[in-house]
């Protein structure tokens, strides 16, 4: 009954592949993101998708492209792989009207 | 630039001493803030918050304090166990409309038996 899931925990793999990162809430929150910690630890917002909509798109290279299926799921697809992409990427979830941010237990992402 | 700012990057404390992580910000428009404590190969997990109408909020060990004027907050772990030993970071809210928040680097906490 995890609140915030992800898949998978890890993944490995070469530069120029495409991969995708799945996120899955059961709070029933509306909000969702997704964050990267790189290797300085920085923690940095990448997308937020409100009830499926994109409300925040903080910059990033558009080889990621976030998709919202329904409110309860946010997966993220890379393209075109490159070694600057390794981090630890987090899915986090929001409750409306609230500015506490539920966090999954992140994926590893090693491209070789 | 970073907006949110933790300059200590590690801290060490012996068991049941007090723990006090500082942090910085830049933007006088955040009006929320929030610290998250974060075990290896885990997401950070929600600890404790304040909103910028107060200056303390606690619970139970936990207590954040802030200060507007110097635009600087600070959580008070007392007494220290040794299984808050975790990276906290500290996040502010930067507007209403999206409460995206922004994330300080983090500080490791060791709490020593």
């Known amino acids: 009954d995890t609140a915030v899931s992800q898949t998978p925990k890890y993944l490995v793999t070469q530069m120029g592949n495409d991969k995708s990162i799945k996120c899955e809430q059961n709070?029933?929150?509306?909000?969702m993101y997704w964050y990267k910690q790189d290797s300085k630890k920085f923690l940095k917002i990448m997308f937020s998708?409100?009830?499926?909509?994109?409300?925040i798109n903080e910059t990033v290279p558009n080889r990621f492209s976030p998709k919202s299926p329904d409110k309860a799921h946010l997966n993220l697809h890379i393209n075109s792989l490159e070694l600057g992409d390794s981090a630890v990427y987090f899915c986090?979830?929001?409750?409306?009207?609230?500015?506490?941010?539920?966090f999954g237990p992140g994926t590893r992402l090693t491209v070789t | 630039d970073q907006q949110v700012k933790q300059n200590s990057p590690s801290l060490s404390v012996q068991e049941g001493r007090i723990s006090i992580l500082n942090c910085d910000y830049t933007?006088?428009?955040?009006?929320?803030f929030l610290w998250y404590k974060k075990y290896p190969a885990e997401g950070p997990t929600f600890l404790i918050s304040?909103?910028?109408?107060?200056d303390k909020n606690e619970d139970g060990r936990f207590t954040v304090f802030l200060n507007k004027s110097a635009k600087h907050l600070s959580l008070h772990i007392v007494p220290s166990q040794p299984g808050d030993s975790a990276v906290y970071f500290c996040?502010?809210?930067?507007?209403?409309?999206?409460?995206?928040?922004?994330f300080g680097t983090g500080t490791l906490l060791a709490v020593q038996p």
């Open positions: 709070l029933g929150h509306d909000t």
């Open positions: 996040a502010a809210s930067d507007d209403g409309a999206t409460n995206k928040l922004i």
């Open positions: 998708y409100n009830n499926k909509e994109l409300i």
């Open positions: 304040i909103s910028s109408i107060k």
């Open positions: 986090a979830s929001q409750d409306r009207g609230f500015y506490e941010q539920y």
């Open positions: 933007n006088s428009m955040f009006d929320y």
